[in-house]
């Protein structure tokens, strides 16, 4: 099959520009360039892994976690100070008048000690459960 150039497809594959080398395929390889080494030494550090494949510290997960946390800081300030308006609340007994805002977050706050306290409760079950399956693997 001829192309509109009126050579054959392989023909035409055999004269293309090698990607790596920058010339045709079908000419000499391209010249020492040090500006090609030193981009390829610079891509991993001393260590030798690549910047791309490098594993994530402990430092830079509390650096992530401190910036979402600090968002999110910023998100609840915003949110108690546009929502100032005043319920009255009555618990047992106990009445006050509350920002709407400051009461939301205290229900936030005791709604999420709820759940830690759930989590504490199963992490120690399972602690338990594979403490005494250590031990009956270690008897036999």
């Given amino acids: 099959m001829?192309?509109?150039?009126?050579?054959?497809?392989?023909?035409?594959q055999s004269s293309t520009t090698?990607?790596?080398?920058?010339?045709?395929?079908?000419?000499h390889p391209k010249p020492f360039d040090a500006h090609e080494i030193y981009e390829s030494t610079t891509s991993a550090d001393v260590t030798g892994v690549p910047q791309n494949k490098r594993p994530v510290s402990r430092t830079a997960v509390v650096w992530a976690a401190l910036i979402v946390g600090l968002v999110l800081l910023v998100l609840l300030i915003i949110f108690?100070?546009?929502?100032?308006?005043?319920?009255?609340?009555?618990?047992?007994?106990?009445?006050?008048?509350?920002?709407?805002?400051?009461?939301?977050?205290?229900?936030?706050?005791?709604?999420?000690?709820?759940?830690?306290?759930?989590?504490?409760?199963?992490?120690?079950?399972?602690?338990?459960?594979?403490?005494?399956?250590?031990?009956?693997?270690?008897?036999?």
Avoid at 2 to 12: A, F, I, N, V, W
Avoid at 115 to 120: E, N, R
């Fill in 18 to 27: 090698h990607p790596k080398q920058g010339t045709s395929s079908n000419s």
């Fill in 80 to 140: 108690i100070a546009q929502n100032q308006a005043t319920v009255t609340l009555e618990y047992f007994g106990w009445s006050g008048s509350v920002g709407l805002g400051l009461t939301m977050f205290i229900s936030a706050v005791a709604g999420g000690l709820l759940v830690a306290v759930v989590a504490v409760a199963r992490i120690l079950q399972l602690r338990s459960i594979l403490s005494a399956q250590r031990k009956k693997l270690n008897h036999q």
């Fill in 2 to 12: 001829k192309t509109p150039s009126g050579s054959s497809p392989e023909h035409q």
